[in-house]
């Protein structure tokens, strides 16, 4: 080994290689936003609330498989299925989660960008307000899909495992495989719309979120009492309840949704499918709007 | 010119009543481009509008022959740009966002890595670049908007007021950076209301007021004078009388005299006219004009 050193100026140096397309700016982009979502490569203190969220989703999937493991061979499984949550249950048990899950997560995704003025760098850069309105919606959906979809695949793997016949109990539940994520898609498309709404124009992530959990609870109970008192369609006013409904229709299990104003007041699940549609629309329209303003 | 790199014609933009541009007409050729104007004179209006980031009222701007406003994102691709606001996610550490940046402008992301290390590197933060950006000081954030404009290998940097808020030191390596920039094959458009900036680092000028073309030539050219100045001893007024006698232009202020002749040799006919007069020398020499005379010449000539 030489002893001698040498100092290289590397100075600057030119890209000359192929550039990527539009399609893998907007993938960085999606990539940004899960991690700006899930707080990686940030302070310790921005990744507890929403690591505590996933947690607290799946740690009850988790209990459930080990409780299986437990009683397995007690003899009581007919006992059994009636206690332990199934798959459309599990919606409903982690969907408080989900909907503050999302509540903190829009805020992060536009907010900072808007405020800190990052969007000036983005409108610079070869890609259009759509390919970033996408990418940071995109992030949200891929995130509350693993969120949402996790727990639920520990449900059903370990419930496949755990029957001793994975294979048939794999194909004897094939329809989970698109129940499962339409149940996902219904979660996110009732919730995130208005919340992305909310952090358009909110300045305050804290505040956003506030805001938005605050509409949503104002809502449920004013669509409660309107729809008892005044007209049955003051119903549909209750946002989450439209998710609810949803899940209890693809999963085929309408009675996790009896407790709900819709179903008191016969409302078809058809209309909460179009209020969900509505929804996206109109606040996928509202976002692009605020949004030509400041890009 | 055939080979102007950005070019417009009747640009013109209104943001309600106040007319930001007015029938600009421009040509520039690759090279260091010195934007300047005082503030509210149409310097963003116009890199914005070169950028495809706002669509004038009327007129067209190209930038390497690319329409910015029909096809912004082909001109974006060849094009850097620092902002003059702040435009950093403070939790994002220097190295993160500009690796991003990287990305967002077309660059593969191992490559980003690669290279936002080497342009922080380049910009002076090699030790700042773990840091979160909300940490960093005015200088450091203007290295690091740098830093960002030029990671993805632009043909083309717009730099707006790159130098403002900067402190002697900070200002001073921010113009030795942006000299380098020609260096490594980059044009710059170096915005900035600070005339003095603009002499030291650029070789072509765009003046700009109240959103009206001033100037767009070399700079050279702009300080190009046929004037003469003479620092003389005693009275001016003999000598400033038989300059002009002799059909010489004469501006005359305190001992100083600025002498312009239109045929002939001035420094021949001052030493004469002098000599005769009796007039004690003091200096004499080429009168240099700085973008200050040109801008106040030009101001005075409008209004």
């Known amino acids: 080994m030489s002893s001698e050193g040498a100092i290289f100026d590397l100075d600057y140096r030119r890209y000359e290689g192929e550039r990527t397309g539009r399609s893998k700016i907007r993938w960085a982009m999606v990539r940004d936003g899960v991690r700006k979502v899930l707080g990686l490569r940030r302070r310790a203190r921005r990744k507890v609330l929403p690591w505590g969220l996933i947690i607290l989703a799946v740690l009850p999937a988790v209990a459930i498989v080990g409780f299986r493991v437990f009683t397995e061979g007690l003899g009581a499984d007919e006992l059994l299925e009636d206690l332990i949550p199934g798959h459309a249950d599990y919606f409903q048990l982690t969907f408080q989660l989900t909907f503050l899950f999302i509540a903190l997560s829009a805020p992060e995704l536009l907010i900072p960008d808007r405020v800190s003025n990052v969007l000036t760098v983005y409108a610079s850069r070869p890609l259009t307000l759509a390919d970033y309105l996408v990418a940071r919606v995109g992030a949200l959906m891929l995130v ?151 890009m | 010119m055939t080979d102007a790199i950005i070019s417009a014609a009747g640009l013109n933009m209104a943001f309600g009543p106040v007319q930001a541009l007015q029938d600009v007409d421009l040509q520039v050729p690759a090279g260091r481009i010195g934007l300047v104007g005082a503030n509210g004179a149409g310097k963003s209006t116009l890199i914005k509008i070169l950028l495809g980031m706002l669509k004038p009222s009327g007129g067209v701007s190209e930038v390497f022959g690319t329409s910015a406003q029909h096809h912004p994102l082909a001109v974006r691709s060849r094009v850097g740009y620092m902002p003059e606001g702040d435009c950093f996610p403070p939790d994002q550490s220097a190295a993160d966002f500009v690796s991003y940046a990287a990305e967002l402008g077309g660059l593969p992301a191992t490559e980003s890595r690669q290279r936002a290390s080497e342009v922080l590197t380049l910009v002076g933060l090699a030790e700042e670049r773990f840091r979160n950006l909300g940490e960093f000081s005015t200088g450091m954030k203007q290295r690091a908007k740098l830093a960002q404009a030029i990671v993805h290998s632009p043909e083309l940097v717009l730099l707006d007021e790159p130098a403002s808020g900067l402190d002697p030191d900070g200002r001073e390596d921010m113009l030795n950076l942006i000299n380098r920039l020609g260096e490594f094959g980059m044009s710059v458009v170096f915005s900035s209301h600070v005339l003095g900036d603009i002499e030291r680092t650029c070789d072509w000028v765009v003046m700009l007021n109240e959103g009206r073309l001033l100037r767009n030539e070399p700079l050279a050219a702009i300080r190009a004078s046929n004037a003469v100045q003479v620092v003389v001893l005693g009275d001016p007024n003999p000598a400033a009388e038989g300059l002009r006698a002799r059909g010489a232009l004469v501006t005359a202020s305190d001992r100083v005299l600025d002498v312009e002749l239109s045929e002939g040799d001035a420094f021949v006919m001052i030493r004469d006219v002098l000599a005769e007069t009796g007039t004690g020398l003091r200096s004499m020499g080429a009168k240099q004009t700085t973008l200050e005379d040109v801008y106040l010449a030009e101001e005075e000539f409008r209004t």
């Open chain 1, 144 to 294: 509350v899909f693993a969120f949402t979809l996790l727990p639920q695949v520990i449900i059903y793997l370990g419930g496949a495992i755990l029957s001793g016949q994975f294979v048939d109990h794999v194909t004897g539940n094939l329809d989970l495989l698109w129940k499962i994520p339409s149940g996902s898609v219904a979660v996110f498309a009732t919730q995130a719309g208005i919340a992305f709404i909310i952090s358009a124009f909110a300045r305050r992530r804290g505040l956003a979120a506030g805001i938005y959990i605050g509409f949503t609870i104002i809502s449920a109970g004013v669509a409660v009492a309107l729809a008892e008192n005044v007209n049955r369609w003051f119903a549909v006013i209750n946002l989450q309840a439209h998710a609810i409904v949803l899940i209890g229709k693809i999963f085929n299990e309408p009675e996790i949704s009896q407790d709900t104003a819709l179903v008191e007041q016969h409302i078809s699940p058809w209309v909460s499918l179009l209020v969900v549609i509505a929804i996206a629309t109109a606040a996928a329209g509202l976002l692009y709007r605020r949004y030509r303003r400041l």
